[in-house]
């Protein structure tokens, strides 16, 4: 059974910092794309940022670069965000993706993530 946990996730205030985890399990890790989305009340699901399966290649969503920072540890099974200097406009539910091709696509249930002061 395959499961995607998302943990890190709380209140915290503008300017703060959190580091978002995703535990994976019952995928071989090291194959599959992994990707932040964040949820936001009344918003589509947005792409925050994308890692391959090597961590040769990352991208970001326009509004978190330079902020946000994606990794992974395929020894872990773990994907991670770094998020920095976070704003109101942050706050959402973050959720993590897992990719592996056709047919091959898992999300976790999110965590939440409130900024404000």
């Known amino acids: 059974q395959v499961q995607l946990v998302e943990s890190g996730g709380g209140l915290v205030q503008p300017g703060g910092s959190l580091r978002l985890s995703c535990a994976a399990s019952?995928?071989?890790?090291?194959?599959?794309?992994m990707s932040w989305y964040r949820q936001a009340p009344g918003k589509e699901r947005a792409l925050v940022a994308v890692i391959n399966s090597i961590s040769a290649y990352t991208n970001y969503g326009d509004a978190v670069k330079g902020r946000f920072t994606i990794s992974r540890d395929n020894a872990k099974n773990t994907v991670y965000l770094q998020m920095n200097s976070l704003k109101p406009e942050d706050t959402g539910v973050y959720l993590c993706?897992?990719?592996?091709?056709?047919?091959?696509?898992?999300w976790g249930q999110g965590t939440q993530v409130t900024v404000s002061s």
């Open positions: 019952g995928v071989t890790f090291s194959n599959y794309v």
């Open positions: 993706y897992a990719w592996g091709g056709v047919g091959l696509s898992y």
